[in-house]
T-cell receptor
Framework: GAGVSQSPSNKVTEKGKDVELRCDPI?????LYWYRQSLGQGLEFLIY????????KSGLPSDRFSAERTGGSVSTLTIQRTQQEDSAVYLC???????????????FGEGSRLTVL | GESVGLHLPTLSVQEGDNSIINCAYS??????FIWYKQESGKGPQFIID?????DKRQGQRVTVLLNKTVKHLSLQIAATQPGDSAVYFC??????????FGKGTRLSVIA
């Protein structure tokens, strides 16, 4: 597609439920990133993929969070047994490559706003 | 751990004036710096980047300055317009590490 697409754009769920957030990166981008942005805060790194593998999972807040990427394209971020502190905007970004070389710029989607009641 | 931060959380400027948004970083190994603009309800958008072998880079109405001696990065916006109102983030990385973002500065343009 023309840009990074995320769905759903808004999700309201009850505490304890599981949620899945989807990211469709720019075609041809090999690197995919998930960030979390709480209200009025900066971007907190969660995880990134190079192809289908995740070299760095250090940012995942707890074992309730997991992510996968299949076919080197679409990625799903899953949050199990959601808590109120999980409420945030989850941003996905993709880039042609990881690192600081040409093409390392991240292109962001519009985000998925998650509200846990 | 290493972090990126900002000197000023909010900035209000008159339309037509120049804006300067500052950012401090602590990772001396960082070799790539980037500024993003985030409008309300949208994802961050790339503005301009700079590598550590440079100290200045100019774009359209924007200039990024890098002072590696004091680990300071700034974004200058010339002739600020209402459309420039947004939150601005600096970010940095080195090698293949993911971008680390600062907390952001909100720029408000007064018409």
């Amino acid at each position: 597609g023309a840009g990074v697409s995320q769905s759903p754009s808004n999700k309201v769920t009850e505490k304890g439920k599981d949620v899945e957030l989807r990211c469709d990166p720019i075609s041809g981008h090999t690197a995919l990133y998930w960030y979390r942005q709480s209200l009025g805060q900066g971007l907190e790194f969660l995880i990134y993929f190079q192809g289908n593998s995740a070299p760095d999972k250090s940012g995942l807040p707890s074992d309730r969070f997991s992510a996968e990427r299949t076919g080197g394209s679409v990625s799903t971020l899953t949050i199990q047994r959601t808590q109120q502190e999980d409420s945030a905007v989850y941003l996905c970004a993709s880039s042609y490559q990881t690192g600081t070389g040409v093409g390392g710029e991240l292109f962001f989607g519009e985000g998925s706003r998650l509200t846990v009641l | 751990g290493e972090s990126v931060g900002l000197h000023l959380p909010t900035l209000s400027v008159q339309e037509g004036d120049n804006s300067i948004i500052n950012c401090a970083y602590s990772n001396s190994a960082s070799d790539y710096f980037i500024w993003y603009k985030q409008e309300s309800g949208k994802g961050p958008q790339f503005i301009i980047d700079i590598r550590s072998n440079m100290d200045k880079r100019q774009g359209q109405r924007v200039t990024v300055l890098l002072n590696k001696t004091v680990k300071h990065l700034s974004l200058q916006i010339a002739a600020t317009q209402p459309g420039d109102s947004a939150v601005y983030f600096c970010a940095e990385n080195s090698g293949n590490t993911p971008l680390v973002f600062g907390k952001g500065t909100r720029l408000s343009v007064i018409a």
